[in-house]
Nanobody
Framework: QVKLVESGGGSVQAGGSLRLACAPA?????????????MAWFRQLPGKEREGVAF??????????RYADAVKDRFTISRDNAKNIVFLYLDNLKPEDTATYYC?????????????????WGQGTQVTVSS
């Protein structure tokens, strides 16, 4: 069973930046290569549905990206296949970005921001932005 682990969350003031990272857990199967999976970041507030934030395709599909309108031009998703890590750079943060951020992976295709299409998830990392 593949497990993902997020890191890099924290508390910042509005306008600040954070870098989130997602990697397979140490006890995940050794053949999980994130470059072969479609990877995405979602976020969720208590009592709300999980919403897609950013997406990056597989290596053989050219690493194309997609972003939610609310974060376009402020967030950047990237992947380091050599290190098996996916990053989410959060710049110019706003209080409404406060949420728990989750990393997700899938092998198949589908709507990039449909959480039900992702098979593997991390435990989440909290991002808090104060005004």
């Amino acid at each position: 069973q593949v497990k993902l682990v997020e890191s890099g969350g924290g508390s910042v003031q509005a306008g600040g930046s954070l870098r989130l990272a997602c990697a397979p857990a140490a006890d995940s199967p050794g053949n999980f290569i994130s470059g072969s999976y479609f990877m995405a970041w979602f976020r969720q507030l208590p009592g709300k549905e999980r919403e897609g934030v950013a997406f990056i395709s597989t290596s053989n599909r050219g690493h194309y990206t997609r972003y939610a309108d609310a974060v376009k031009d402020r967030f950047t998703i990237s992947r380091d296949n050599a290190k098996n890590i996916v990053f989410l750079y959060l710049d110019n943060l706003k209080p409404e970005d406060t949420a728990t951020y989750y990393c997700a992976a899938r092998e198949g295709i589908g709507a990039w921001n449909d959480a039900s299409t992702y098979h593997y998830w991390g435990q989440g990392t909290q991002v808090t932005v104060s005004s």
